[in-house]
């Protein structure tokens, strides 16, 4: 097809306010589409995101404040220094790593945070006796998360 043809059928697309020219001459087939996009649409779609995403926000907002005012009051909280799964025992057929009533030493191994399948030993950053645990073997914990309570 010559190129000033097509180049006048591409001008009458634009002008016409057609979305779509499809032509067969000679075995050769062209087609010429373009895209419309109005305000319209834009505003029927822009409010949409805003609407879903503030209630997905809210709650864990509130979940976090009543886990960790308790901590507070009791003692030293030790909190969890990545997102993983909280393991209390080094194997599932192990004894736990501390009770509440044990003593325990800087350093002392409290529990296994499991994140990304490597097993991160959390240790005691202060010296004194295990007060309460606050969360269940094998449950998934936030950063920053209140794990155990030291007096």
């Not at 319209?40 to 509130?62: E, G, I």
């Not at 007060?131 to 094998?138: C, Q, S, T, W, Y």
């Amino acid at each position: 097809m010559d190129l000033r043809k097509l180049k006048k059928l591409i001008d009458l697309v634009e002008e016409s306010g057609i979305s779509e020219l499809e032509l067969t001459e000679d075995g050769e087939k062209v087609r010429i589409s373009r895209n419309f996009t109005s305000n319209a649409a834009v505003q029927q779609y822009a409010p949409a995101p805003m609407h879903y995403s503030a209630p997905q926000f809210a709650a864990p907002a509130a979940a976090a404040v009543a886990v960790e005012a308790p901590a507070a009051e009791e003692g030293h909280a030790v909190k969890s220094p990545m997102v993983g799964t909280f393991y209390r025992s080094p194997s599932p057929d192990a004894k736990a790593f501390v009770e509440v009533g044990d003593t325990v030493a800087v350093g002392d191994t409290l529990c296994i945070v499991e994140a990304m399948k490597l097993l991160n030993e959390i240790e005691s950053d202060k010296a004194g006796v295990i007060k309460k645990i606050l969360v269940d073997n094998g449950q998934a914990i936030e950063y920053g998360e209140p794990l155990f309570i030291i007096g």
